[in-house]
């Protein structure tokens, strides 16, 4: 993509880049909100997010890639996000980004992939990216299987192999007026975690990574997961993911805020079953069989 060409649909970081580039040659002194970074972070795993671009710039090696350009490129960028989760894994996408273009042969098939990640050299390399980043070891391998993936890859798959899902409709409130109340679905994903945290907790999923939430929800998060690894020490040495579906009226990270304490009892509920499922499966390597709802 050129300046010229910069309206065209975004497939890597560089493409965003030259659309920053050119918007500023325009306006100078403001920063870039278009049509098309509005969704960068409100949907990163989606078609054009955040999440698909940096997917892109590994598999293009574009100046991203090579480390030829830095992320403050996109200092002028527009509804950044601000979240402290979220601006971890805005470098932890950067930072894999550079490691999985020094590291990974790119000949490797498809079928194979999940083993190289495996290895104990890359199990390592994810522990450090995760630690430099503040997140859990499972968020970075979450993300690098995503990176990994092949072109033809369903849109939405499970964040890792033999990965469940529990689901749950949740009541959820954004201080966004044209959002408001509402009702939301509240997924949880687990797996088994090849080289667990010292302190697991639950994390979100790729596109919940950059959704704001305040200190009333993660304390609440905090209380379901006390509560349900009691019932169930070996939910503790998984990993688990939460998921929010966004409101379909939010169109900024702002509007898709998650405030208070609401969806606890959710997360309680969703967990409970997570720890019966995982109870269940005590003694076997990993669990099989399909994704379970309430």
């Given at each position: 993509m050129t300046a010229s060409?910069?309206?065209?649909?975004?497939r890597t970081l560089e493409d965003l880049f030259l659309l920053i580039q050119d918007e500023q040659a325009r306006t100078p002194s403001s920063k870039v909100r278009t049509a098309a970074t509005s969704?960068?972070?409100?949907?990163?795993?989606?078609?054009?997010?955040?999440f698909n671009l940096v997917r892109g710039s590994f598999r293009n090696g574009d100046g991203f890639a090579q480390g030829k350009r830095e992320p403050r490129a996109f200092g002028a960028l527009g509804d950044l996000p601000d979240s402290r989760v979220g601006r971890r894994f805005f470098a932890l996408s950067m930072a894999l980004l550079t490691w999985l273009t020094r590291t990974f042969p790119q000949e490797t098939p498809l079928m194979d992939r999940e083993s190289w990640l495996s290895d104990d050299r890359q199990c390592s390399?994810?522990?450090?990216?995760?630690?430099k980043s503040n997140l859990p070891v499972g968020a970075a391998r979450d993300l690098a299987r995503f990176l990994l993936r092949g072109p033809d890859s369903k849109a939405d798959p499970p964040p890792a192999p033999g990965a469940r899902a529990v689901r749950l409709p949740v009541a959820l409130w954004s201080p966004s007026q044209t959002t408001g109340g509402r009702v939301s679905m509240l997924t949880l994903w687990a797996s088994d975690a090849l080289n667990a945290d010292a302190d697991p907790r639950p994390y979100p999923a790729l596109?919940?990574?950059?959704?704001?939430?305040?200190?009333?929800?993660?304390?609440?998060?905090?209380?379901?997961?006390a509560f349900a690894t009691g019932q169930s020490p070996r939910l503790s040495t998984m990993d688990v993911r939460w998921e929010l579906q966004i409101a379909p009226t939010a169109g900024t990270l702002r509007q898709a805020r998650i405030d208070g304490a609401s969806a606890g009892a959710a997360f309680a509920a969703g967990l409970l079953q997570l720890a019966q499922e995982a109870s269940r499966s005590q003694g076997h390597p990993s669990w099989r069989g399909p994704s379970s709802s309430p």
């Open positions: 060409s910069a309206q065209e649909p975004m969704r960068l972070f409100l949907r990163p795993a989606e078609a054009h997010g955040w390399a994810l522990r450090d990216l995760a630690t596109p919940s990574a950059f959704l704001p939430t305040n200190d009333a929800f993660r304390e609440a998060l905090d209380q379901a997961w």
